[in-house]
């Protein structure tokens, strides 16, 4: 099975920061993988499809990139409302994995 | 406009069944893959299963194979989980989720499933 590993596992920021979180997969994935915002008490949405194509509506200070078995999701200006758990999935062997999540919080 | 809504979860004791529902409205049902993804209580998102558009193809995660089954019924666009012989770590928040452009895109609002006795 294939598994992902999210780093970091927590990590604490400003408004305005830049952030980069990372997400490596343990055989290649291709650009099979998908990153997705989960806060408190919703379900999850996706961001990122594709490894790097951004999901209608998803601000353009979300990016995602790489392939084989590194990949990164940025938010290049951070937010208030951005406080989330974000969650990298692989889409190109079954079963599907995710990530166990990066925690991001404001300082 | 897409929705999903879950149905049939509660609390069930370990070893008996239960019967996830999702009803799915606003596109074609049959022309899409779905799944189940599940969440216990404070972890992360677990893959659960998945179906392909007609129902022929399927797969399971390696901790509810042979205990799980999904189906559906496209006539009543209604998507299914049989959860068999079920344990206290399979409590967890289900969702279903409908596969667009690889991975899912619409989710539902989920459905608590407690195993316990």
């Known amino acids: ?107 | 406009e897409v929705q999903l809504v879950e149905s049939g979860g509660g609390l069930v004791q370990p070893g008996r069944s239960l019967k996830l529902s999702c009803a799915a409205s606003g596109f074609t049902f049959s022309d899409y893959n779905m799944a189940w993804v599940r969440q216990a209580p404070t972890k992360g998102l677990e893959w659960v299963a998945s179906i392909s558009y007609g129902g022929s193809n399927t797969h399971y995660g390696d901790s509810v194979k042979g205990r799980f089954t999904i189906s559906r019924d496209n006539a009543k666009s209604t998507l299914y989980l049989q959860m068999d012989s079920l344990r206290s770590e399979d409590t967890a928040t289900y969702y279903c989720a409908r596969r667009d452009d690889g991975t899912y895109y619409y989710w539902g609002q989920g459905t608590l499933v407690t195993v316990s006795s």
């Not at chain 1, 343990?26 to 379900?43: A, R």
């Not at chain 1, 999850?44 to 509506?57: F, V």
């Not at chain 1, 979300?62 to 938010?75: A, E, K, P, R, Y």
């Open chain 1, 1 to 107: 099975n294939t598994v992902m590993t999210q780093s970091p596992t927590s990590m604490f920021t400003s408004v305005g920061d830049r952030v980069t979180m990372s997400c490596k997969a343990s055989q290649n994935v291709g650009i099979n993988v998908g990153w997705y915002q989960q806060k408190t008490g919703q379900s999850p949405k996706r961001l990122i499809y594709w490894a790097s194509n951004r999901d209608t509506g998803v601000p353009d200070r979300f990016t995602g990139s790489g392939s084989g078995t590194d990949f990164t999701l940025t938010i290049s200006n951070m937010q208030a409302e951005d406080p989330a758990i974000y969650y990298c999935l692989q889409h190109n062997s079954y079963p599907l994995t995710f990530g166990s999540g990066t925690k991001l919080e404001i300082k």
